[in-house]
């Protein structure tokens, strides 16, 4: 036994012996000026730690291997790129980059020219507490795994035309990342998403947008407590599937607070969408969602619904709209959920039995509206008496309703918004498709 036990340990000495020394992580601090970024990178050990004294740091870099790399003191380090393609490129997986000032991008959206791009493969990058601007795109994830973007300032170029520019977080084929805490203002999209799956965007601020988040084409996502002011949409959700929203906020968008297009088995609930110049919510061929306990309030139209079918609605509120809601199709949608509907700010009704619920259903729709949505020019008459005899003939013969949304059990009282309106702008200044005349 006692051989067997010194022969063992001999073995084990000799094993650890032929075993290559495990090396030590270093850090190590990078004076600004020339190009010490770059051969500091190419110097360091995987899993080093590059610190960025203040003042200029020449890009574009190129990190290809693990590492942190962060800046010290106050004003940040920067890294000013050439004008020509990224500024900071991120080949390797578990690379950080915190706390930079990264500037200087190119302008080739076909390359996606970004202040910091990930490339595929480069899984499990961490970019915090950054401030990204003056760049064509923010951040570029172009396919890793497990992102984490968080605590950013991203501020992209306005001097191009707005379908030119880029977004201020751009993900493709992203699976696990999150997106958390980054104030996106200028630029195309706030955060833009396709492909991929399982993605989170949390408590981000947007503006002066077109999109703040745009989802297309990906599945199990989820966006919580954001806030979009002043954007052309706030949350643009398109053909995506099982996407979770809730806790969100938008004030004063243009043209529509919430949009689902072609989105499937979503669930939407606890949301704000307030004073948006043209609709509140727009239905565009979505199917199979769950909208409930959300708020619509002071919007042009509460809700434009075409084409729409198999979503289940109710317990919201539709307030002071101009118009409620917009349909114009022929099939009736039931919006209840458990004999429970939603809250009709424009709703003539009585509670006689005191349950809550008015005593007869609600149709946002009548006739005379069928007729003004598809012949505008009526509107000069609906003050006139051919109008109300169409809605006198409608109250006695209720056949000649035309299709739309009945909600059968309609609320006498808002619910109370899960969600406080943030200050409210008194007028916002949309981002316009046109170039800055100064530049």
């Known amino acids: 036994m006692r051989r067997l036990l010194a022969e063992?340990?001999?073995?084990?000495?000799?094993?650890?012996?032929?075993?290559?020394?495990?090396?030590?992580?270093e850090t190590f601090d990078v004076a600004p000026g020339g190009d010490g970024l770059k051969k500091a990178i190419a110097a360091a050990s995987p899993g080093d730690t590059l610190r960025l004294l203040p003042g200029h740091h020449q890009g574009p870099v190129v990190i290809d291997k693990e590492l942190i790399i962060e800046a010290t003191g106050k004003p940040p380090a920067e890294v000013v790129g050439n004008g020509i393609g990224s500024v900071i490129r991120i080949e390797a997986p578990n690379v950080t980059v915190r706390g930079i000032h990264v500037t200087g991008?190119?302008?080739?959206?076909?390359?996606?020219?970004?202040g910091i791009y990930v490339a595929q493969g480069a899984d499990n990058p961490i970019i915090e507490d950054n401030i990204v601007e003056g760049n064509l795109f923010g951040v570029s994830l172009h396919g890793p795994k497990n992102a984490l973007v968080r605590h950013n300032v991203i501020a992209n170029r306005n001097d191009l035309w707005l379908n030119n520019r880029g977004n201020g977080v751009h993900m493709w084929n992203n699976y696990g990342s999150r997106m958390e805490a980054n104030e996106v203002t200028g630029g195309r999209d706030g955060i833009f998403v396709q492909l991929g799956a399982d993605n989170?965007?949390?408590?981000?601020k947007f503006a002066k947008l077109r999109f703040a988040v745009h989802f297309m084409y990906s599945k199990r996502g989820a966006i919580s407590d954001n806030l979009s002011v002043g954007n052309h949409v706030g949350y643009a959700l398109m053909y995506s599937d099982f996407l979770k929203v809730a806790g969100n906020v938008t004030v004063r968008d243009r043209d529509y607070g919430l949009m689902l297009n072609s989105a499937r088995k979503g669930d939407i609930h606890d949301n704000?969408?307030?004073?948006?110049?043209?609709?509140?919510?727009?239905?565009?061929?979505?199917?199979?969602?769950?909208?409930?306990?959300n708020r619509f309030e002071g919007c042009g139209i509460g809700v434009h619904v075409t084409g729409s079918d198999a979503n289940l609605v109710g317990n919201n509120a539709f307030v002071g709209n101009r118009v409620q809601m917009h349909y114009a199709g022929t099939k009736n949608y039931e919006w209840s959920i458990d004999r429970r509907g939603n809250y009709w700010s424009d709703n003539p009704a009585f509670d006689l039995n005191g349950d809550g619920m008015a005593d007869t259903a609600y149709r946002p729709n009548d006739i005379v509206d069928w007729v003004v949505w598809r012949y505008p020019l009526s509107k000069l008459l609906l003050s006139s008496p051919a109008m109300e005899i169409l809605r006198a003939g409608q109250s006695q013969f209720p056949a000649l309703y035309p299709g739309g949304?009945?909600?059968?059990?309609?609320?006498m009282t808002p619910p109370p918004a899960s969600r406080p309106l943030p200050e409210v702008p008194a007028e916002v200044h949309w981002e316009e498709g046109q170039a800055d005349p100064a530049s």
């Open 405 to 411: 949304v009945v909600d059968s059990y309609p609320l």
């Open 105 to 114: 991008s190119g302008s080739d959206s076909t390359n996606i020219d970004a």
């Open 272 to 293: 704000v969408v307030y004073g948006t110049q043209d609709k509140c919510l727009f239905f565009y061929l979505a199917a199979k969602n769950k909208l409930h306990d």
């Open 200 to 204: 989170i965007i949390a408590g981000n």
């Open 8 to 25: 063992t340990l001999v073995a084990v000495t000799l094993l650890c012996g032929s075993l290559p020394a495990i090396a030590h992580a």
